[in-house]
């Protein structure tokens, strides 16, 4: 099943499932269902959000994890088999971890005794969010603050949070672990409902790193919102595109889905979107009017991705967007076929992006997310197989080709990158923990999970 039409399961029986005031909080530092993640731009912090997907709560949420302590259980298992400076020997528990025993290069610590919270996770910095959670982003707003952008399908709402250096806060009266109020849950063009509704099913999200905006996308309906996101004012729906792309003739559905954006110094970024139900990715840009109301999506130049599938191309079901740190190149998943893209988005003598297809490689079945980056030797893009339980490695330098494959856990579904650490995460939605994998070049762990953070579901 894919993850998508499991989510739209559940959120039809959302309805039926109204949870009465009595109903139980979740846990704060517990992982239940965890889809989106993000690092801090500053390497320090892990974001999870936590989609409840079985309804045993009465909201999702948002977690923080200290990456320096996932870092220190990681190096002092990996290095030299240590936790609190104890030995920890084969098949024996130690404060809740243990050694995996089919994968002995895994140290895997549970929920037991509250071990993710006193060792992970910081203390009351959570936040409670809507149901269904699908993806995070991540704005830098100075000094050690950042806003996370979530958008969340169970509504359908788009979450900002604020990160003020010790905790997430999302309602007025700055309580912790509250619900985000309707102000920080975001529902309505302009906050009011006489202009428009937020589209149903919000999926990715793209947020300008240093910027003022972030970009939804809509899984069922091929919507793209726009949200004026800046720093020290409220975040609020500013635009919302429409009948972007053909409609499936089979499923009938019309869905956007992966969104990133290529950054043009001196220049409007580019965003990028891809579809699920047709193989066109669509370009914008803000559009900034000079009398400082808010801004707008710019519809501009579409291409086909038709450097792989049939005679026709028709390559189509795009998941997920990402480019190179020059914005040279884009990296792009389809799952029809199944695929790693590689495009040439070198700006031309116009100023516009080439947007050539040069390079593709075969992938896993229902892959989700991706990332890249290099770790020193030469930049890599790690991709989630929902269905697989793996990760897959590739190494996109001239044709491009799998160069790894790992054994991550069950549903793995998003993956960020922390750069300075070397290490990547996962997010493994069927069981509800956090792969923690080494990318360090010499190391003997190299592309492995050395740390598995979060109890571990039977199938």
Same mark, same amino acid.
């Given at each position: 099943?894919?993850?998508?039409?499991?989510?739209?399961?559940?959120?039809?029986?959302?309805?039926?499932?109204?949870?009465?005031?009595?109903?139980?909080?979740?846990?704060?530092?517990?992982?239940?269902?965890?889809?989106?993640?993000?690092?801090?731009?500053?390497?320090?912090?892990?974001?999870?959000?936590?989609?409840?997907?079985?309804?045993?709560?009465?909201?999702?949420?948002?977690?923080?994890?200290?990456?320096?302590?996932?870092?220190?259980?990681?190096?002092?298992?990996?290095?030299?088999?240590?936790?609190?400076?104890?030995?920890?020997?084969?098949?024996?528990?130690?404060?809740?971890?243990?050694?995996?025993?089919?994968?002995?290069?895994?140290?895997?610590?549970?929920?037991?005794?509250?071990?993710?919270?006193?060792?992970?996770?910081?203390?009351?910095?959570?936040?409670?969010?809507?149901?269904?959670?699908?993806?995070?982003?991540?704005?830098?707003?100075?000094?050690?603050?950042?806003?996370?952008?979530?958008?969340?399908?169970?509504?359908?709402?788009?979450?900002?949070?604020?990160?003020?250096?010790?905790?997430?806060?999302?309602?007025?009266?700055?309580?912790?672990?509250?619900?985000?109020?309707?102000?920080?849950?975001?529902?309505?063009?302009?906050?009011?409902?006489?202009?428009?509704?937020?589209?149903?099913?919000?999926?990715?999200?793209?947020?300008?790193?240093?910027?003022?905006?972030?970009?939804?996308?809509?899984?069922?309906?091929?919507?793209? @919102?726009?949200? !004026? /996101?800046?720093? &020290?004012?409220?975040?609020? #729906?500013?635009?919302?595109?429409? %009948?972007?792309?053909? +409609?499936?003739?089979?499923?009938?559905?019309?869905?956007?889905?992966?969104?990133?954006?290529?950054?043009?110094?001196?220049?409007?970024?580019?965003?990028?979107?891809?579809?699920?139900?047709?193989?066109?990715?669509?370009?914008?840009?803000?559009?900034?009017?000079?009398?400082?109301?808010?801004?707008?999506?710019?519809?501009?130049?579409?291409?086909?991705?038709?450097?792989?599938?049939?005679?026709?191309?028709?390559?189509?079901?795009?998941?997920?967007?990402?480019?190179?740190?020059?914005?040279?190149?884009?990296?792009?998943?389809?799952?029809?076929?199944?695929?790693?893209?590689?495009?040439?988005?070198?700006?031309?003598?116009?100023?516009?992006?080439?947007?050539?297809?040069?390079?593709?490689?075969?992938?896993?079945?229902?892959?989700?997310?991706? @990332?890249?980056? !290099? /770790?020193?030797? &030469?930049?890599?893009?790690? #991709?989630?197989?929902?269905?697989? %339980?793996?990760?897959? +490695?590739?190494?996109?330098?001239?044709?491009?080709?799998?160069?790894?494959?790992?054994?991550?856990?069950?549903?793995?579904?998003?993956?960020?990158?922390?750069?300075?650490?070397?290490?990547?995460?996962?997010?493994?939605?069927?069981?509800?923990?956090?792969?923690?994998?080494?990318?360090?070049?010499?190391?003997?762990?190299?592309?492995?999970?050395?740390?598995?953070?979060?109890?571990?579901?039977?199938?």
């Amino acid at each position: 099943m894919r993850l998508g039409y499991a989510f739209v399961l559940l959120s039809s029986a959302l309805a039926g499932c109204t949870a009465p005031d009595s109903a139980v909080r979740p846990p704060e530092n517990d992982l239940y269902y965890p889809t989106g993640i993000a690092v801090s731009p500053d390497d320090a912090l892990l974001f999870v959000t936590n989609a409840n997907s079985d309804l045993s709560y009465d909201s999702g949420s948002v977690s923080v994890l200290d990456l320096a302590k996932i870092d220190q259980y990681a190096t002092d298992w990996s290095v030299n088999k240590v936790i609190d400076t104890e030995p920890v020997k084969a098949g024996s528990s130690d404060a809740g971890c243990k050694q995996d025993p089919d994968h002995t290069e895994t140290l895997v610590c549970d929920n037991t005794d509250d071990l993710v919270a006193s060792r992970f996770m910081l203390p009351n910095s959570a936040a409670r969010i809507g149901n269904f959670a699908t993806a995070i982003a991540v704005q830098d707003t100075g000094a050690g603050t950042f806003r996370l952008i979530v958008p969340t399908r169970g509504d359908p709402s788009v979450a900002w949070i604020d990160w003020d250096g010790s905790k997430l806060s999302c309602n007025a009266d700055g309580q912790g672990f509250e619900l985000c109020d309707d102000e920080h849950r975001l529902s309505y063009v302009h906050n009011d409902p006489d202009i428009g509704y937020l589209p149903e099913e919000p999926f990715d999200v793209y947020a300008s790193s240093t910027g003022d905006y972030a970009v939804v996308t809509h899984l069922t309906t091929g919507a793209v @919102t726009l949200v !004026d /996101s800046q720093p &020290g004012r409220p975040a609020v #729906i500013a635009d919302v595109a429409v %009948g972007l792309f053909a +409609v499936d003739q089979i499923t009938g559905i019309e869905g956007s889905t992966g969104v990133s954006a290529r950054v043009v110094p001196g220049a409007d970024d580019i965003i990028y979107v891809g579809a699920r139900s047709e193989d066109r990715i669509q370009t914008f840009t803000v559009g900034r009017p000079i009398n400082n109301a808010e801004p707008y999506l710019v519809q501009g130049n579409y291409f086909f991705l038709d450097s792989v599938g049939g005679n026709a191309g028709s390559s189509a079901d795009t998941r997920g967007l990402t480019f190179s740190p020059t914005g040279d190149q884009m990296y792009l998943i389809n799952r029809e076929p199944p695929s790693l893209q590689v495009f040439d988005t070198s700006l031309k003598t116009t100023g516009f992006p080439a947007n050539k297809g040069i390079g593709a490689t075969d992938i896993c079945r229902q892959a989700s997310k991706l @990332t890249s980056f !290099d /770790s020193g030797a &030469g930049e890599r893009i790690y #991709i989630t197989c929902f269905s697989d %339980g793996q990760v897959y +490695v590739v190494d996109p330098r001239g044709q491009s080709y799998v160069e790894d494959i790992i054994d991550v856990g069950r549903g793995p579904y998003a993956v960020a990158a922390a750069p300075s650490r070397k290490k990547i995460y996962v997010t493994n939605f069927l069981e509800n923990t956090i792969a923690v994998i080494d990318v360090a070049p010499d190391s003997p762990t190299r592309n492995r999970v050395v740390l598995r953070i979060g109890e571990v579901k039977a199938p």
